[in-house]
């Protein structure tokens, strides 16, 4: 019997062709799934009927492509404004993803607001965001809502950055909405960016997690002095805190969850599933200054319409202490705070029963039927 004996040159041509070949196949494969999962489309629910909608638009705002996603079991149904937290964070692919949704209850409108998610374009680069702008195309868009669904006021909910963007959009133009609900509300970024960062210190030290504790002692306790560093060190914060905020308190916190749901949301094309990571970049370059010098405890305290309010007892991004302070506060004709004892940042998501319940509740009153 002949054998063949291949010399150590020759075998690791071999092995790294071998390699080569699986990690091209791999990422064929991988490629071609995300392709097929991202068709830039959307479909009616189940529990659609012959009114409902589900469409996804692109439509010129002040001068600006932007990105809305339109559904409902039935389009005669209250119209509302989903506002995404981040700033550059749409999130109707983890909302869809887990079918914690209200469009039995609404026609929802979720808005990838100016530069996030496929409203970004890489032109805008060289342009600057502002806060102003957000709440310009957000009551342009609702006027525009208003026309198509024939009615007079809208729904507007925000979570997280979105409360900051609906606090002021509603102070500006109270005659578009019926009612605002603010899901893990800001107030006052400075104080509880502080409270956190002290937080995830303390839980990293009882853990004995000593490359945290060193981490977190180097970027330091907030505020810093540049926006560069503010951006930077709120990225490795948030790393850090993830399993401290409460591990058991909602799914979201585990990222391949969230990546995957991304991975799979057929809402945005391969293209702009890529291009909404640069986006989620330039919004934050150019926002989170600005939500690091907000303080709405100060400048929006007074509201025209009703405002309730959705925590997570465990939030340490919006951080409940400060954000309850916030909403002892504010003055409106209706308000109620609600704190789910189970959820951290997410509660819409982790305990979505009762958050259904409580929306469905103040639905029924503000349209005048019988509350359950």
């Given at each position: ?26 990422a ?24 409902g ?121 109270p ?10 509300l ?67 916190f ?22 909404s ?9 150019h ?12 400048s ?68 005048g039927?019988?509350?359950?």
């Open positions: 019997m002949d054998f063949i004996v291949l010399k150590p040159l020759e075998i690791m041509k071999k092995t790294l062709l071998a390699i080569t070949t699986f990690f091209v196949v791999a064929l494969i991988l490629g071609a799934f995300l392709l097929i999962n991202s068709p830039g489309s959307t479909s009616l629910s189940k529990t659609a009927g012959a009114n909608i589900a469409e996804v638009r692109d439509v010129m705002i002040n001068g600006v492509q932007q990105r809305l996603l339109v559904r409902g079991d039935d389009r005669s149904n209250p119209v509302m404004l989903h506002l995404h937290g981040g700033p550059g964070g749409p999130d109707q692919a983890m909302i869809q993803s887990y079918g914690k949704t209200l469009e039995d209850m609404f026609t929802v409108v979720y808005w990838d607001q100016r530069g996030s998610g496929a409203s970004y374009d890489s032109s805008m680069e060289a342009q600057v965001l502002s806060l102003d702008q957000l709440v310009e195309d957000a009551a342009t868009i609702s006027e525009m809502l208003l026309e198509e669904f024939d009615k007079e006021t809208l729904y507007l909910l925000g979570h997280s950055w979105g409360t900051l963007l609906g606090a002021n959009l509603v102070s500006q133009e005659g578009l909405f019926k009612a605002f609900f603010a899901i893990g800001f107030s006052n970024a400075k104080r509880a960016e502080k409270l956190s960062w002290e937080y995830a210190l303390s839980k990293a030290q009882e853990a004995g997690d000593t490359d945290s504790v060193k981490r977190l002692q180097r970027m330091g306790s907030p505020p810093y002095v540049t926006d560069q560093e503010w951006i930077k060190n709120v990225f490795e914060h948030r790393e850090i805190l993830r399993p401290y905020e409460n591990p058991n308190a909602e799914p979201l585990d990222m391949l969850e969230v990546y995957t749901s991304f991975a799979l949301y057929k809402g945005y094309t391969l293209s702009e599933k890529l291009g990571l640069n986006g989620s970049k330039y919004t934050m370059k926002l989170w200054p600005t939500v690091i010098a907000t303080d709405l405890t100060t929006h305290t007074q509201f025209e319409v009703p405002v309730f309010v959705f925590q997570g007892k465990y939030d340490q991004h919006t951080v409940t202490e400060v954000a309850k302070d916030y909403f002892d506060k504010i003055r409106a004709p209706e308000k109620k705070y609600y704190l789910f004892e189970s959820s951290a940042h997410w509660p819409h998501i982790k305990e979505y029963g009762l958050y259904r319940k409580y929306i469905s509740r103040h639905l029924k009153e503000l349209e039927q019988t509350a359950d």
